[in-house]
């Protein structure tokens, strides 16, 4: 399962953030996800893990990113779960996989993700170019991602299935 | 760089490029989605609208349910429009907002309208929106769409049905395994991602059908798939048909292995690497099938990329803890990797270098390693810490190295998990190798004169009184342990007195001068620093005034306190205070087995600094509590053992009966636990009969009937029995539930007056010699074993005849026996064809048993057995051999 999908900018900020319900292990135990009522969830999954993720990744990417060339692939792991997490120009990508996601599969995700990304926006993003191509570029994680399964792969294919164009090799 | 959706007006100027988005509210973005009611719809502009409520979404914000129904409302409208883009965006805003049942109506026919379009790209997302927010009633009506999409010539469509399947399947199996000859067409399918998606689907469709998944995995292997996914897909059906089918066929080729070989030389790096991973991680791999598996590996150690070094080095890691010598030959790429700049793999790389490393390479190891302990988190620390202790006890020659490395990262700074670790393991190390003991012992005194944890402190006390005065110079330590004395906390301060009586007890020429030592700890602030110079300074003194020998000193400080604490804190608890002094004798002995999860914690194994394990026993002593309550249980004596309760019902019958059997040394009580699981009736004057003819030593004394057990409240009957005192008498008893019934008023709850005698028929039970056997750990049998006079070992061997698996035979004998099984022999490695146990207990008339047996088991599965016991009698040594020999 690819479990997340995170995009901020170099300072941290969230620009997106995907999570697929109910099956992102706790970083820690919580005590707080047991309890009733139940916390405002997103995409199912309790705030406060989800806030606890979300630090988690920003670290990790504030800690290892600074002068990392565009594009190169940085891996961990934490526990039974892959974090590949890259830059492209002033966006930071993580993806989060378990299982059959593991590091090989996340980079493949990954190398797909930032190929639709500089597609849509002509070359690696500044902030700002990346929130003008916003809903292209929550169009293209549709087409890559589907409820945590890899769908799409091919950036050309993807650029035509956003517009709703058959690809090409139809 | 502009802060989206936080409105701070001073940084604004800093950039001028700020985001698009700025200062969006969720209410003003709601109130702007009224465009999409417009009569004329501008496509452009609700686009727009779209991308921000997709952008509020995407920021962790949520709408509440009117605001969400607003919305989906307003969305459904733009079916409408004929804009493409406005289209795709629409479909999209549907899955976001993830309509409820009510809802879904709404927009199915829109959908289903689409379904059926000309338009290829409309068909496709049609069915992934109505597969996303559908229910099971709806799926019937569409299944027929559905099925013709999976075989769809156009290959988007074909994949948006296949995918769907597989998101279905969880929720509808019943009818997604209905497609699975649609799919199966599907597999054939020229398109790439088709036949990945079709493959992933038929397997999961068939995947609790061997048969079928090995057909599946025998077609594919032979022809072409075509996509690096589906590629990988099959490498791990095929490893999982290997895995099941290796159970049933014992020698020969591995089937598919060729298949797995040509796999390594595909030009896409991710089926390489699986196929790799594959064969390394099939079960018995021999060398020969590891090579070029692991050649492949190799190549990707100096990738350029670091996702493939980490995947390489993650897999090695795991091969060298099975076959180190397997991965030797990349042993100079993985030591050009401990530079690495990402840690983790550079921590992979130095823990499996110390798996595979040989004796001459350690010390240039340990020099690369040095470098590369200061820059890396605590939690890397400690792997490569225990890599070391592992490594060292490979190597004991080299322990100089190794012990001067943990003392020196022993000094730097660091959290406590990571100066446990590196104490433990110099505890060890100092234990298995004796040339490193006093070398070992120095570094921990260096480390207590400036160590700021109190655990820490006190354990390594602990372990210097029982090491030091077996040194050759123990008075060099003197120093180290005063010192503690004066400068820290009480319960240090507690501890490092104790230290300093073992001292004076072992090494009478330091005696004097500890007597003047202890006696300054007199006047200590603290109650218990003060109470323990007493005490040691009375008993070390006056041996012979208090009536105690040198010996009985001894054994006071140094053995080992055979209660588990657990226990022991218990009986604390519930003791009164009263004229009567607490008696040590009096906690029970039994240790209780701990939950599997927690015998397995890691560095559970290392038993630290010799405390002895310890387990829960609050159901024993409920137990104690509950029968000395009964008065005509009281003049049976101590109880030496309850037993875990035996079902004697099925699950979900009328009456719920357990048995609990309490052993004493001449008696034996029967605990009948009953519920009453049947709201109508009220059960009064409830007793067991027991029929003992088989059980021709025990002789039934008394019944304790339960007067009244009503619906769901369970409650006790006893029976007790007379049998030789300290004997293991065996035997089988029958059991009969016998009761008066009464109809109760569910409604009032009020019981007839007249009630019917009734009997009901229970499972019976026996008593083993099991039974009269203590399950008692200890924690090092070695020494046990020779404390234990070798005149009274008995040993025999038997043939067993033919068994499944070692491990079965293992456990069976453990049962048998009821003894508590020492490090961890329990567990039977895979494959091993012969395995030694050892294990402790306590036979009745508290005897202490130790039995050391070992197994082997041939090709044909003869199983045969070498049984050697040592006890503190004799007599018993030999009944253990009769046990075994009935058993």
């Avoid at chain 2, 490029?17 to 969720?26: N, R």
């Avoid at chain 2, 005696?511 to 300054?520: A, C, E, G, S, T």
Wanted: aromatic share 8%; net charge negative; glycine share 4%.
């Amino acid at each position: 399962m690819i479990l997340a999908v995170l995009f901020t900018n170099t300072d941290g900020n969230i620009l997106v953030e995907r999570y697929v319900p109910h099956l992102l292990p706790a970083l820690d135990s919580f005590d707080s996800v047991n309890t009733f009522p139940p916390i405002p969830s997103f995409h199912g999954v309790p705030a406060e893990e989800r806030l606890h993720w979300r630090s988690f990744l920003v670290k990790l990417g504030a800690d290892n990113l600074k002068g990392t060339k565009n594009e190169e692939l940085l891996v961990a792991s934490h526990k039974s779960v892959f974090v590949v997490y890259t830059i492209l120009g002033d966006v930071c990508i993580y993806v989060v996989g378990k299982d059959e996601y593991d590091e090989l599969a996340l980079a493949e995700l990954i190398f797909v993700i930032t190929s639709s990304v500089k597609d849509v926006c002509g070359k690696p993003p500044t902030e700002r170019l990346f929130l003008d191509h916003y809903g292209k570029i929550c169009l293209c994680l549709d087409e890559i991602i589907w409820k945590g399964m890899l769908e799409n792969t091919d950036k050309d294919r993807i650029r035509r299935l956003i517009r709703l164009k058959a690809p090409t090799d139809a | 760089m502009a802060q989206p959706f936080v409105k701070k007006d001073d940084d604004l100027d800093e950039e001028e490029e700020y985001s698009p988005f700025y200062g969006i509210e969720k209410g003003a973005v709601l109130q702007e989605a009224r465009v999409f009611h417009d009569p004329q719809l501008d496509a452009r502009r609700c686009s727009q609208v779209i991308t921000k409520l997709l952008y509020l979404l995407n920021q962790g914000e949520t709408f509440t349910k009117v605001e969400a129904t607003e919305v989906f409302f307003a969305v459904t409208k733009l079916f409408q429009s004929k804009d493409t883009v406005l289209r795709r965006m629409v479909y999209l805003m549907i899955k976001e907002l993830s309509p409820s049942a009510d809802e879904v109506i709404i927009v199915t026919s829109s959908l289903m309208k689409d379904m059926n379009s000309k338009t290829d790209m409309y068909r496709a997302n049609a069915i992934r929106v109505l597969c996303r927010i559908t229910d099971s009633t709806l799926l019937t009506q569409i299944e027929r769409y559905l099925k013709q999409a999976i075989v769809d010539k156009n290959p988007v469509v074909a994949s948006a049905a296949l995918v769907s399947g597989v998101h279905l399947l969880q929720t509808n199996s019943e009818i997604v395994k209905r497609w699975s000859n649609e799919v199966q067409e599907a597999v054939q399918s020229r398109a790439a991602l088709v036949q990945f998606h079709a493959l992933a689907l038929l397997h999961q469709i068939r995947q609790n059908d061997r048969l079928a998944v090995s057909k599946l995995v025998t077609s594919l292997t032979k022809g072409s798939v075509r996509s690096p996914l589906a590629q990988c897909l099959l490498i791990r059906y095929t490893s999982q048909v290997i895995r099941e089918s290796s159970m049933n066929t014992q020698a020969g080729e591995r089937p598919f292995f060729d298949y797995l070989e040509s796999c390594l030389r595909h030009k896409s790096e991710m089926v390489v690497f699986e196929a790799a991973r594959a064969i390394t991680e099939l079960s018995g791999v021999t060398s020969r099938e590891l090579t070029p598996a692991i050649t492949v590996l190799q190549l990707f150690l100096s990738s350029s990329k670091p996702v493939l070094r980490f995947a390489a080095i993650r897999t090695l890691n795991k091969v060298a803890s099975t076959h180190p010598l397997a991965v030797t030959n990349c042993n100079i790429d993985m030591e050009s990797l401990i530079s690495d700049q990402n840690r983790s793999i550079a921590t992979l790389a130095i823990t499996t270098l110390l798996k595979t490393g040989n004796e001459s390479s350690v010390d240039r190891l340990m020099k690369q390693i040095t470098n590369f302990m200061s820059d890396i988190a605590d939690e890397f620390k400690i792997v490569v810490v225990e890599a070391i202790r592992s490594l060292c006890l490979k190597f004991p020659l080299k322990y100089r190295s190794m012990m001067n490395f943990l003392s020196n990262i022993l000094r730097e700074e660091g959290g406590f998990d990571y100066k446990k670790a590196i104490v433990d393991s110099i505890v060890i190390l100092i234990r298995d190798i004796p040339d490193a003991k006093e070398i070992g012992l120095f570094h921990l005194c260096e480390f207590i004169e400036d160590c700021e944890f109190t655990y820490l402190s006190t354990q390594i006390l602990h372990f210097l009184g029982n090491e030091g005065p077996k040194t050759s110079d123990p008075s060099k330590y003197i120093r180290y342990i005063y010192n503690r004395v004066i400068l820290e906390n009480a319960t240090v301060r507690a501890s490092a007195v104790s230290t300093l009586a073992k001292f004076g007890a072992m090494v009478d020429s330091l005696k004097p001068r500890i007597f003047v030592l202890l006696r300054r700890c007199l006047f200590d602030s603290d109650d218990e620093v003060r109470d323990r110079a007493t005490l040691y300074l009375n008993t070390l003194v006056s041996d012979a005034s208090v009536g105690g020998t040198d010996e009985d000193v001894k054994d006071f400080l140094f053995g080992p306190l055979d209660v588990p604490l657990v226990n022991l804190e218990t009986s604390l608890r519930n003791y009164e205070a009263s004229d009567i002094p607490f008696d040590i004798t009096s906690v029970p002995k039994e240790v209780k087995s701990q939950p599997l999860a927690e015998k397995k914690a890691p560095g559970k194994k290392a038993i630290g600094l010799g405390a002895p394990p310890s387990g829960p026993t609050s159901v024993v002593d409920a137990y104690e509590k509950l029968l000395s309550s009964i008065p005509e249980f009281s003049s049976f004596g101590k109880l030496f053992k309850s037993c875990s309760p035996m079902e004697l019902t099925e699950p979900e019958t009328e009456y719920a009966v357990n048995v609990v059997k309490h052993i004493f040394d001449g008696h034996v009580v029967f605990q009948y636990n009953c519920t009453n699981t049947i709201p109508e009736q009220l059960l009064e004057k409830v007793t067991v009969f027991v029929d003992a003819s088989e059980a021709e030593e025990f002789s039934e004394v008394l019944t304790k009937p339960l007067q009244s057990l009503p619906y769901d409240s369970p409650g006790q009957t006893f029976v007790a029995f007379e049998k030789p005192e300290g004997v293991p008498a065996i035997g089988k008893f029958s059991n009969l539930l016998k009761f008066v019934v009464k109809e109760v008023d569910p409604a009032t709850g009020e019981a007839d007056e007249e009630g019917v005698e009734d009997e009901y028929q229970l499972e019976d039970l026996e008593i083993v010699a099991a039974d009269y056997m203590l399950k008692v750990g200890v924690s090092n049998f070695k020494n046990a074993w020779e404390n234990l006079d070798p005149d009274n070992e008995r040993i025999d061997e038997y043939g067993l005849g033919v068994k499944e698996s070692l491990a079965e035979t293992v456990s069976a004998v453990i049962d048998i026996l009821g003894m508590q099984p020492c490090e961890g022999t329990e567990v039977v490695p895979n494959n091993s064809r012969s395995h030694t146990c050892l294990l402790s207990g306590i036979f009745i008339g508290n005897v202490k048993v130790l039995v050391r047996v070992s197994f082997g088991i041939d090709g044909s599965k003869q199983v045969a057995m070498k049984l050697a016991v040592r006890s503190e009698d004799p007599d018993i040594s030999e009944k253990i051999h009769e046990i075994v020999a009935e058993g």
